[in-house]
């Protein structure tokens, strides 16, 4: 019946079809009832037409763009154009990345031999006097006015090469935790021996001027720092940092690790001793990291709040289990194939169970047993210290809340032991990580990665002791690992990125540290982001596999890339280039899109005329971009880039590292875009052109980054101030992208503009962006070689839009129709659905479905219009305190361990481990009003317009009520006008959103989902035991003490019974 309908409807049409079949495409889907459509398309196209041609000739007027295609036009015939290799990209910057690697790791390993020349040189002294510059006490004055004690006076200067702030060049200072006093002698001897650091600091800097922060993180718990620096208490009077707690502490200190944790919630653990218990676990979960698996601690943490003093301790049979598990994931290689330790948390044992340990664990003990006591009860001490002692381990006893990190950080001593006795300096490399301290007031995140190495005692006496002193580190932000990124040959949609050797993003452009951009706030999984999760339509995993496992190679895939704060998308094929980089966990990647994002092209000037244009006031050149490398000499941070490349490209030995082949291409574009800037000059001294300051800027952008704008209006008075600002990140080049009003135009068909109003949480609403893409040659694979633009005045832009709406062909002038009448409502929309143009101002870019949503409908069934589905693996969610997927209020007290344990399995699922407990309980949650922002994955549409559709009518059954509707596009732009007849109600029809959809995964899709572990690479280096070990120190109070590493196979094994 509906094909039917179809038929009879175009032959009915097919008069009107011939009539514009030479203008173009005629097409519809409609049901029409009755006669025919109250809305001339005719009329449609007109309005259409004239205010196509008005828009189009005011962008290309004032951005100057037929003036600049003129000009690249005439060095058609001179310039090279060559493809792309990405093979050869790739080897490129990974050779660049290694060596930048390679000094960082350098300066990090003369820290490590100092240190341990210092320490083998000092004499330990209890009765110790030493003043040192405290971090917190500098410059402080007490009451009398003279300085505090560890205080004194130090000389602190801004400094740009450290975010701006005060720091001295030449002096370290020392920061001790709030929990510790400043001049225990432990303390004192290790800050005293440790100031020979001092000397290596300031030379390793001279040295590399692009080192950041260096340090050293002693094992007593002090941590010094270069350059020196005051530090700020917080809110409450205290600065919680513990060097020890950091994950390059942790990852040098230890080799990885497998553990189970036993945690005993029988009868007698409840009151104090449960929240010591539950403490205690949180403690030991903050010791393990993601050199394996997922850093799961967060969420482990949320639960062990629901711990509940319920069942029997059966822990004979939990020891069994433990051991089980941890030879079954051995034996699968699953696991870290390294150290392998059970923590035991409990209130007491009645027996040692030697029998357990002799099945399991003797004579080899390649499993170390860490027993913590809980409460003040030493009638199992003995017991307990046995396991810990027969099995090289170590054994404490955890009385108060305070005591619990200090004693958890013990076994961090014991199980670096191996590594220590072997004397291997293992370089670690810690993932991608934000500062809280570098998230500056107006800067975004600055990512960045520690190299890292253990420092040891080698003083004889101590050898087969494995004495741990601390770790030496140094921090590489990753900003300074795009600097060496060549991004004028990755194109306009190109871009690189690296991962860890667990498949985690070390950087890519599509990486969201933050809860929202601006905030300081960090999300909690930030720095475990799979590449799986940004380069999600390679769902067999064949990139990510291929880069973990270190191999060299290409892959390609058609991606959907989304632009504009996410709301666009742009779906392109794109082919990717991967290596290793030698010396590191690392790989990295590149990815070029096909057509004109793989040429490049080469043209010549003359050094005189390019430095002469390149130095003119509308010049400027992407700031994130390197040229010349500024940071290998003191001498010439103060340079700007053109500063930069004039020095190079005109001394004889300017002892500068510049990329000549980008330097000779940007003064081509400056010659070539130079006559531009007399062009807009012209345009705005011109009284008679511009009167109603419409139109507030021109500019431009090339493929070398270089940009130009001119001002038609006085600074004061640009509606956008943030457009081509830093503020505006997406608007400028970056160190990760082109321009939005770049890409977007790129995109386009050659010769149109692009239109937009900026999404901002501002009130940059009111402005509309145009802007079109220049090419070389007439061909589709043809580079893009700059963009221009324009940005006018919202209210300039609709005003045009409604002086073309009011035209008719009549020939009396009469119009039968207008967007003024009452009886319809005319929009003008872009090529992804947003509203530029609305009778109701206050809809300015909402998405056209949540305003007419049966039209949206119809227009997607139609397929003028088609939908894309996108996922978001990074995002947040809000969900109330109460729910299934947090804290629960439970009706029966034994349903909240075992509700526990259902939660606890499916993690334990997502690293092949098996669950060995029956359960049939029932659950019920009582919502609570608070909410909270929690990682989730989402799904969400976006929507895209089809090219080859031009034109379109349509009829809407809104409840018996027939609307009709007319689509016409924008000649030579991204634009649609839509009008509607308004006279029925439709809106019982629901609206056609882009709100996400969170992924619900129920518990036997998620078993399935987690089941197959994603490749991970272990580290090489492993130090699990060693033969020349002391294990009677199992247990003595005076242990060393500190946070730790990790991996990640935490496994709990929480013992109930009924």
């Known amino acids: 019946m509906q094909h039917s309908r179809m038929i009879s409807l175009m032959h009915a049409r097919s008069a009107s079809c011939l009539l514009f079949w030479v203008l173009s495409a005629c097409w519809t889907a409609a049901e029409v009832r009755g006669s025919q459509s109250e809305i001339p398309l005719s009329v449609v196209k007109l309005w259409a037409s004239a205010f196509g041609g008005e828009i189009k000739s005011i962008a290309s007027k004032y951005s100057g763009s037929q003036l600049l295609q003129k000009k690249y036009k005439e060095y058609e015939k001179s310039v090279r154009i060559e493809d792309i290799d990405g093979a050869k990209l790739v080897k490129n910057l990974a050779q660049n990345m290694e060596e930048m690697f390679r000094k960082k790791a350098e300066a990090t390993r003369r820290l490590v031999e100092a240190a341990e020349e210092a320490h083998l040189q000092h004499e330990e002294n209890p009765d110790l006097q030493y003043e040192y510059f405290n971090a917190v006490l500098i410059n402080e004055v007490g009451e009398d006015g003279n300085s505090v004690e560890l205080g004194g006076e130090f000389i602190l200067e801004p400094n740009d090469h450290f975010n701006n702030l005060s720091v001295n060049l030449s002096l370290s200072v020392v920061q001790v935790p709030t929990n510790m006093y400043n001049k225990d002698p432990d303390i004192v001897n290790g800050v005293y021996w440790s100031e020979a650091l001092n000397k290596v600091f300031v030379d390793n800097f001279k040295r590399d001027p692009s080192l950041i922060w260096q340090y050293f993180g002693s094992a007593k718990g002090f941590f010094r720092q270069y350059p020196g620096v005051k530090w700020h208490p917080d809110e409450h009077g205290v600065i919680a940092f513990d060097c020890r707690n950091r994950k390059w502490y942790i990852q040098a200190a230890t080799s990885p690790k497998d553990v189970v944790i036993l ?613 947040l969610c809000k969900e109330y305190a109460g729910s299934s997927d947090s804290a629960r209020t439970l009706l029966d007290p034994f349903a909240t361990v075992k509700w526990l344990l259902t939660e606890l399995v499916i993690f334990l699922l997502e690293f092949n481990l098996y669950s060995w407990w029956n359960y049939d309980s029932t659950v019920k949650a009582q919502r609570a009003q608070r909410t909270m922002m929690v990682p989730c994955d989402t799904e969400y549409p976006a929507f895209v317009s089809e090219r080859t559709i031009k034109e379109t009518t349509g009829n809407i059954d809104c409840d018996g009520c027939i609307r009709t509707f007319v689509i016409q596009q924008i000649p030579s732009s991204n634009l649609f006008m839509v009008v509607v007849e308004n006279k029925c109600d439709c809106s019982s029809t629901p609206p056609v959103t882009m709100e996400p959809i969170e992924i619900i995964y129920n518990e036997s899709l998620k078993c399935d989902r987690l089941k197959f572990q994603k490749d991970r690479r272990r580290p090489q280096s492993c130090h699990p035991f060693h033969p020349e070990e002391n294990p009677v120190e199992c247990g003595s109070a005076n242990a060393l003490s500190f946070p730790i590493v990790a991996i990640l196979f935490p496994v709990l094994y929480f013992l109930i019974s009924r």
């Open 263 to 875: 945690v005993d919630v029988s009868g007698s653990m409840k009151g104090l001793r449960l929240t010591i218990a539950r403490q205690t676990v949180a403690s030991i979960l903050d010791t393990l990291g993601d050199d394996d698996f997922f850093n799961i601690i967060a969420h482990f943490k949320e639960h062990l709040d629901k711990l509940f003093a319920k069942g029997i301790g059966l822990l004979g049979n939990a020891l069994g289990e433990a051991f089980t598990i941890l030879n079954e994931i051995n034996q699968t290689g699953r696991g870290s194939s390294c150290s392998q330790a059970i923590m035991l948390v409990t209130d007491g044992a009645t027996a040692m169970y030697d029998d357990v340990f002799a099945k399991y664990n003797w004579p080899e003990r390649k499993v170390r047993i860490f027993p913590y006591l809980i409460g003040r009860e030493s009638a199992f001490a003995d017991n307990l210290k046995w396991m810990a002692c027969a099995n090289k381990g170590y054994f404490s006893q955890i009385s108060t809340l305070a005591d619990v990190q200090e004693n958890v950080m013990r076994y961090l001593h014991v199980m670096s032991r191996p590594k220590v006795i072997d004397h291997e300096h293992d370089t670690v490399w810690t993932e991608a990580y934000v500062d809280s301290a570098q998230l500056g007031e107006n800067k975004g995140p600055n990512p960045m990665t520690t190299v890292a190495m253990p420092v040891f005692s080698t003083k004889n006496e101590t050898k087969n002791q494995g004495i741990l002193l601390g770790v030496a580190g140094t921090d590489i932000p990753i900003q300074e690992l795009m600097k060496t990124i060549p991004k004028h040959k990755l194109g306009i949609h190109g871009y690189a990125f690296a991962i860890t050797n667990n498949g985690y993003i070390l950087t890519h452009p599509d990486l969201r540290p933050l809860y929202q951009e601006g905030q300081k706030r960090k999300k909690p999984s930030y720095s475990s982001v799979d590449l799986s999760e940004v380069e999600w339509e390679d769902t067999e995993d064949v990139l990510r596999t291929a880069m973990v496992n270190r191999r060299t190679g290409t892959f390609s895939m058609e991606v959907k890339r989304t632009v504009d704060k996410g709301k666009r998308v742009l779906t392109m094929h794109n082919d990717y280039y991967y290596t290793d980089i030698k010396g590191t966990p690392f790989s990295v990647g590149v990815a070029l899109s096909r057509g004109h994002g793989k040429y490049f092209f080469k043209g010549n000037v003359s050094l005189e005329a390019g430095l002469h244009d390149l130095e003119q006031p509308d010049v400027a050149l992407a700031d994130e971009w390197t040229y010349c490398n500024t940071d290998e000499h003191h001498e010439h941070r103060h340079l700007t880039q053109v500063q930069a490349i004039k020095l190079y490209m005109t001394s004889r030995k300017p002892h500068l590292k510049c990329d000549r082949e980008l330097i000779q291409q940007v003064l081509f574009d400056a010659v070539v875009t130079a006559p531009l800037e007399a062009y807009w000059t012209g345009l705005a001294l011109n009284k008679s052109e511009n009167s109603d300051k419409g139109v507030e800027i021109a500019f431009l952008g090339t493929r070398t980054g270089l940009s130009r704008t001119n001002l038609f209006v006085v600074p004061e008075q640009l509606t956008n101030q943030d457009f081509l600002t830093a503020e505006d990140r997406e608007g400028v080049f970056n160190a990760d992208h082109f321009p939005l009003w770049y890409k977007r135009a790129a995109e386009q068909v050659p010769g149109t503009f692009v239109y937009s109003v900026p999404f901002s949480s501002g009130e940059n609403k009111s402005v509309v962006l145009a802007s079109t893409a220049i090419q070389l040659l007439d061909d589709r694979k043809s580079p893009i070689v700059a963009a221009v633009g324009i940005q006018m005045k919202l209210e300039f832009f609709q005003r045009k839009f409604w002086t073309a709406s009011r035209q008719c062909n009549a020939l009396d002038g009469k119009c039968i129709i207008s967007c003024d009448n009452e009886d319809i409502k005319c929009y003008l929309i872009d090529n992804n659905g947003f509203i530029l143009v609305s009778e109701d101002t206050s809809q300015t870019n909402l998405f056209f479905g949540k305003v007419e949503g049966a039209v949206m409908n119809k227009l997607l069934l139609m397929g003028s219009f088609k939908k894309i589905n996108l996922y978001d693996y990074q995002a």
